[in-house]
C-alpha cells in the first residue's frame, strides 16, 4: 500500500474543495449579476422601458431551484407576487408584463396572463415545496395550478381541454390561437396527478405538438379552427424564437417518457437541417420546409438536449462555449442556461415530470 504525505493528503482535499466549488453554476451566477435585480426582478434589458415579463421570473425560478439557490428563489418569489399578482399568486394569475410606464412610474404594463409562465411558476413552486420540504411553497403552487385550470383552460371544439396562451384574448368565434411552446410535456404529465383537467389538457398538447409540425417543424402560434389546423392562413406560418422551446423541451424528457421516442421523430427533420447546415437555422418555414437566417446562439444551446447525433451535438456545444451570450441579450441567456445546464448534468427531469437536481454531483457532459 502506498502511504501519502501530510502535504499529499493536504493538496488531495484542496483539489476536492476546488472541484466542488468548481462544480457550482457559475452562469446561473452570472445571469443574477447581469439580469436579476436585488430586490428579485429578472430585467430584460433590450427594451427602452427595462421590461420583467413573467416568463422571465417562472426561468429564474426554475434555475434557483436547479442550483439550489433558495434566497434567490424566495426574492424572486416575493418580487412576482408583490409586483405581476397583487400580493398573492394564490388569488391571481401573474401580469405577464412590467416595466417604465413614464419618468418614475414603474407598474404593470399589460395585466393579461402568459400561461406559458403560468405553468413554470406553479410547477417551481410544487416542486421547491417537495425538494426543499417547505409546505409553503406547496400551497401556492396548489392553488396557482387551480386558478390556471379555472382561468385559462377551456374546453375547445374538437380539440378538448387545452391550455389558452393567456386568460384574455385566445379565443373567439370559430378560432383558438395557441402556442405549441407554452405547455412543455414534462410539466403536462407532472399536473396529471392533480386529477382534471390536467389528463385531458396533456392529450389536447400532444395533438398540438404533433399534428402541427407536418415538416418537423413546430409552429410558433398556430389556429385551431374548430375541425382542423389552419395550416396556411394569409401569412405562413414559422418556426423560429417560440418554437425552438419546443425542441428543447422535447429533448428534456425523460429517456422512460412515452412520448419522447415519438416526438424525437416527429421533429427529426429538425435535427438534420441543424446538422445539416452546422448551426440551427432562425426561422423554418412550417409548411415547406424551408430555413431562413442563422439562429442565436441560444438556439445552438436548446438543441443540445435534442439532438442525437453526438457529433452534431458536440458542434452545438462548441459554439455555445465560444459565443457564449452577454448582459444584453436575456432570451438566448435563458435558452442556455436551459440548454447548457442539463447538458452539464446540472438537472434532469424524471419520467414523472419531476426535478432531479444534480445536486453535489461530480461536473461533467452528457455522455
Same mark, same amino acid.
Given at each position: 500500500? #502506498?502511504?501519502?504525505?501530510?502535504? +499529499?493528503?493536504?493538496?488531495?482535499?484542496?483539489?476536492?474543495?476546488?472541484?466542488?466549488?468548481?462544480?457550482?453554476?457559475? +452562469?446561473?451566477?452570472?445571469?443574477?449579476?447581469?439580469?436579476?435585480?436585488?430586490? *428579485?426582478?429578472?430585467?430584460?434589458?433590450?427594451?427602452?422601458?427595462?421590461?420583467?415579463?413573467?416568463?422571465?421570473?417562472?426561468?429564474?425560478?426554475?434555475?434557483?431551484?436547479?442550483?439550489?439557490? %433558495?434566497?434567490?428563489?424566495?426574492?424572486? &418569489?416575493?418580487?412576482?407576487?408583490?409586483?405581476?399578482?397583487?400580493?398573492?399568486?394564490?388569488?391571481? /394569475?401573474?401580469?405577464? &408584463?412590467?416595466?417604465?410606464?413614464?419618468? =418614475?412610474?414603474?407598474?404593470?404594463?399589460?395585466? =393579461?396572463?402568459?400561461?406559458?409562465?403560468?405553468?413554470?411558476?406553479?410547477?417551481? /413552486?410544487?416542486?421547491? *415545496?417537495?425538494?426543499?420540504?417547505?409546505?409553503?411553497?406547496?400551497?401556492?403552487?396548489?392553488?396557482? &395550478?387551480?386558478?390556471?385550470?379555472?382561468?385559462?383552460?377551456?374546453?375547445?371544439?374538437? &380539440?378538448?381541454?387545452?391550455?389558452?396562451?393567456?386568460?384574455?384574448?385566445?379565443?373567439?368565434? =370559430?378560432?383558438? !390561437?395557441? =402556442?405549441?411552446?407554452?405547455?412543455?410535456? %414534462?410539466? $403536462?404529465?407532472?399536473?396529471?396527478?392533480?386529477?382534471?383537467?390536467? #389528463?385531458?389538457?396533456?392529450?389536447?398538447? /400532444?395533438?398540438?405538438? #404533433?399534428? #402541427?409540425?407536418?415538416?418537423?417543424?413546430?409552429?410558433?402560434?398556430?389556429?385551431?379552427?374548430? $375541425?382542423?389546423?389552419?395550416?396556411?392562413?394569409?401569412?405562413? /406560418?414559422?418556426?423560429?424564437?417560440?418554437?425552438?422551446?419546443?425542441?428543447?423541451?422535447?429533448?428534456?424528457?425523460?429517456? *422512460?417518457?412515452?412520448?419522447?421516442?415519438?416526438?424525437?421523430? !416527429?421533429?427529426?427533420?429538425?435535427?438534420?437541417?441543424?446538422?445539416? %447546415?452546422?448551426?440551427?437555422?432562425?426561422?423554418?418555414?412550417?409548411?415547406?420546409?424551408?430555413?431562413? *437566417?442563422?439562429?442565436?446562439?441560444?438556439?445552438?444551446?436548446?438543441?443540445?438536449?435534442?439532438?442525437?447525433?453526438?457529433?452534431?451535438?458536440?458542434?452545438?456545444? %462548441?459554439?455555445?462555449?465560444?459565443?457564449?451570450?452577454?448582459?444584453? $441579450?436575456?432570451?438566448?441567456?435563458?435558452?442556455?442556461?436551459?440548454?447548457?445546464?442539463?447538458?452539464?448534468? !446540472?438537472?434532469?427531469?424524471?419520467?414523472?415530470?419531476?426535478?432531479?437536481?444534480?445536486?453535489?454531483?461530480?461536473?461533467?457532459?452528457?455522455?
Amino acid at each position: 500500500m #502506498t502511504r501519502l504525505s501530510k502535504g +499529499a493528503i493536504a493538496g488531495l482535499l484542496l483539489a476536492a474543495t476546488a472541484t466542488h466549488a468548481a462544480c457550482g453554476w457559475p +452562469a446561473w451566477e452570472q445571469f443574477k449579476k447581469e439580469y436579476v435585480s436585488e430586490g *428579485g426582478r429578472v430585467i430584460d434589458p433590450s427594451s427602452e422601458r427595462n421590461i420583467t415579463t413573467s416568463e422571465g421570473q417562472s426561468y429564474a425560478l426554475f434555475f434557483a431551484l436547479a442550483a439550489n439557490d %433558495q434566497k434567490a428563489f424566495d426574492r424572486l &418569489l416575493a418580487w412576482t407576487e408583490n409586483n405581476l399578482a397583487g400580493g398573492s399568486l394564490k388569488t391571481s /394569475l401573474p401580469a405577464w &408584463l412590467w416595466g417604465k410606464k413614464a419618468e =418614475n412610474d414603474w407598474t404593470v404594463l399589460d395585466t =393579461n396572463s402568459a400561461s406559458d409562465a403560468d405553468v413554470w411558476i406553479a410547477w417551481a /413552486l410544487l416542486e421547491a *415545496g417537495r425538494v426543499w420540504q417547505t409546505p409553503r411553497y406547496s400551497e401556492t403552487g396548489k392553488a396557482l &395550478l387551480a386558478r390556471i385550470a379555472k382561468e385559462e383552460v377551456v374546453k375547445v371544439p374538437g &380539440l378538448g381541454l387545452t391550455l389558452l396562451p393567456g386568460k384574455v384574448g385566445f379565443a373567439e368565434h =370559430n378560432a383558438w !390561437r395557441l =402556442n405549441p411552446s407554452y405547455l412543455p410535456p %414534462q410539466l $403536462a404529465r407532472y399536473f396529471t396527478r392533480y386529477g382534471a383537467p390536467w #389528463t385531458a389538457v396533456q392529450e389536447s398538447n /400532444l395533438r398540438l405538438l #404533433t399534428e #402541427t409540425a407536418p415538416k418537423g417543424f413546430s409552429p410558433d402560434w398556430v389556429n385551431w379552427t374548430g $375541425a382542423s389546423w389552419q395550416m396556411k392562413p394569409e401569412k405562413p /406560418l414559422v418556426s423560429g424564437y417560440d418554437a425552438i422551446r419546443v425542441y428543447l423541451w422535447v429533448g428534456m424528457l425523460h429517456d *422512460g417518457d412515452r412520448q419522447k421516442a415519438a416526438l424525437l421523430q !416527429r421533429f427529426k427533420p429538425m435535427a438534420a437541417l441543424t446538422q445539416k %447546415q452546422g448551426v440551427p437555422p432562425e426561422k423554418v418555414g412550417v409548411t415547406d420546409g424551408k430555413p431562413q *437566417g442563422q439562429g442565436p446562439v441560444g438556439f445552438s444551446a436548446s438543441l443540445l438536449p435534442f439532438l442525437q447525433n453526438r457529433d452534431a451535438q458536440a458542434i452545438q456545444r %462548441q459554439r455555445v462555449a465560444d459565443n457564449f451570450p452577454k448582459n444584453d $441579450a436575456y432570451y438566448s441567456y435563458v435558452l442556455t442556461l436551459f440548454g447548457q445546464g442539463w447538458d452539464e448534468h !446540472r438537472f434532469r427531469f424524471s419520467a414523472q415530470g419531476e426535478v432531479a437536481p444534480g445536486w453535489g454531483e461530480e461536473c461533467r457532459r452528457s455522455p
